[in-house]
């Protein structure tokens, strides 16, 4: 049952990753192929191009799997300032409508690059021939993934309370660091405060202390 429990959380863990995953290996990848264009340029004195196009390609890929999975973490960068300084019932409700304008302009954004796509035909990348379209294809299949993934969001957001807030949590706790910064503030005026000990007094040399006796 354990190995069961074990199998079927590291698959939900794959699951609500993936992107990231992805991503990452897309950016390991981009990174090698520039470490190969760098030594290959100064080192041979020769220069493979389609490292650059190829590297290109899949930046595309690796920043739209970073929306995707900023989505599911709530790591888009967004002015909370208003959202803080409202009640959660209300940050809440702002929260689902920035969703649903998220959700509207995926679905608009990728009925643009469907239009540019069915437009490209046969036309493909200059070095590797790759189709264009199956490039420009990586941007309105990541958006709808990142809009499947907003709707669990808005799933999660719905059932959420102040004391089950989750991801929507900041980053950066600003209130818990300045509470923090008082508590050692208080801390070292204490310790200021304290009077010397005897054991704490600096000893008198003993130098001193003969010439004193004579």
């Given at each position: 049952m354990e190995k069961g429990k074990s199998g079927k959380s590291i698959l939900l863990q794959i699951l609500n990753n993936f992107e990231i995953y992805i991503g990452t290996v897309l950016f390991i990848i981009i990174m090698f192929l520039l470490f190969l264009q760098v030594v290959s340029r100064f080192v041979f004195r020769h220069?493979?191009?389609?490292?650059?196009?190829?590297?290109?390609?899949?930046?595309?890929?690796?920043?739209?799997?970073?929306?995707?999975?900023?989505?599911?973490?709530?790591?888009?960068?967004?002015?909370?300032?208003?959202?803080?300084?409202?009640?959660?019932?209300?940050?809440?409700?702002?929260?689902?409508?920035?969703?649903?304008?998220?959700?509207?302009?995926?679905?608009?954004?990728?009925?643009?690059?469907?239009?540019?796509?069915?437009?490209?035909?046969?036309?493909?990348?200059?070095?590797?021939?790759?189709?264009?379209r199956y490039l420009y294809a990586i941007i309105p299949i990541m958006l709808t993934v990142t809009s499947v993934r907003i709707v669990f969001d808005i799933m999660k957001l719905v059932k959420e309370t102040p004391q089950t807030l989750g991801a929507s949590k900041p980053v950066i706790d600003t209130d818990a660091l300045e509470a923090e910064a008082k508590q050692i503030a208080a801390e070292r005026a204490a310790k200021m405060n304290e009077p010397f000990k005897a054991s704490d007094s600096p000893s008198i040399p003993a130098e001193k202390d003969r010439e004193e006796s004579k």
């Open positions: 220069s493979f191009t389609w490292t650059e196009e190829l590297a290109i390609a899949l930046s595309v890929g690796m920043v739209y799997c970073g929306v995707s999975g900023a989505v599911t973490h709530r790591k888009h960068l967004r002015i909370d300032a208003l959202l803080e300084a409202v009640p959660f019932k209300v940050k809440k409700a702002l929260l689902i409508i920035s969703d649903v304008i998220f959700i509207a302009f995926n679905f608009y954004a990728s009925y643009l690059y469907l239009t540019i796509i069915k437009n490209l035909r046969m036309s493909a990348t200059s070095l590797l021939r790759i189709p264009k």
